[in-house]
């Protein structure tokens, strides 16, 4: 890891053992079905695909297609039916509730709709990407490590607010709780970085912005990061691979230059929007 401020620290002694024995990706997902309610119809048919240690990759899909609930699969916000994720080595569809948290530390989330506790303040949030990692009682008093608190200072210099540590989350723009969102995951130090349609309520100008936060993150800190959006464009722009969905399958999987028309109509149908 390079130095600076997104440099890593060592991992925790129960993830480095949970990693023993693990994939050549880091992430390994293999015929994963999901099926929202007995006799409902599948939203993922047996999707298998693998991710390497580092660099963007964009999934794109029509709404209803199934991106959100294959991101949110793979930390287990939405339980797989079946199926199997290995993420470092370990099956996280099989994983104890105990286990599931130590797992979850090293997978970092951005959300859609920011998902920041409105009432603290832009440093309180971003302190909550540590909370897996410190006893109950520090964050209740919200006493963390100062290494901790010098490297919340670093991250927001990083995203840009190193002059907002003090305002309330709910005084901010969308792009700047986004930017916030992505400290806070930064903060977990992980292994894996989701982003479920992080551009999705911002402005063009903004969500460029935001892509090429996701893309510095993904190169500086050597991880995956995965990225369900719905811009074709910027997918194209910012990942150096892209996985095409349509009706909860993969009907393209390839690098941004490799995709053609052909492929954009298997994925969204129809072929007047193109022109």
């Excluded at 370990?90 to 989330?109: A, F, K, N, P, T």
């Excluded at 349509?246 to 969204?268: C, F, K, N, Q, T």
Aim: neutral net charge.
């Amino acid at each position: 890891m390079p130095d600076g401020t997104l440099a890593g620290r060592p991992a925790p002694a129960g993830v480095a053992a949970a990693g023993a024995g693990r994939d050549a990706h880091p992430l390994v997902v293999r015929n994963l079905v999901k099926r929202y309610g007995a006799g409902r119809p599948e939203v993922l048919k047996g999707i298998s695909l693998s991710f390497e240690p580092r660099g963007v990759v964009a999934i794109i899909g029509p709404s209803g297609t199934g991106k959100s609930t294959f991101i949110r699969c793979i930390n287990r916000l939405v339980e797989p039916t079946s199926g199997e994720i290995r993420f470092m080595g370990r099956d996280i569809v099989s994983l104890g509730r105990q286990e599931l948290r130590l797992v979850r530390r090293r997978i970092g989330m951005v959300f859609q709709e920011y998902n920041l506790v409105e009432r603290l303040s832009v440093m309180e949030n971003v302190l909550c990407g540590r909370l897996g990692y410190v006893p109950a009682w520090r964050a209740w008093l919200r006493r963390y490590p100062q290494a901790d608190v010098e490297q919340a200072f670093d991250l927001l210099d990083m995203v840009g607010l190193g002059d907002f540590v003090h305002q309330r989350a709910d005084s901010l723009s969308g792009g700047q709780r986004q930017r916030v969102g992505i400290a806070r995951a930064v903060m977990q130090d992980p292994d894996l970085l989701l982003a479920d349609e992080p551009t999705s309520s911002l402005d063009p100008k903004t969500s460029v912005e935001i892509m090429e936060l996701l893309a510095r993150v993904a190169e500086q800190r050597h991880v995956p990061v995965l990225v369900n959006i719905h811009d074709v464009t910027l997918a194209r722009r910012f990942a150096g691979r892209i996985v095409g969905m349509s009706e909860g399958r993969v009907v393209y999987d390839g690098p941004p230059d490799g995709l053609e028309d052909e492929h954009l109509r298997a994925i969204y149908g129809g072929e007047d929007w193109l022109s």
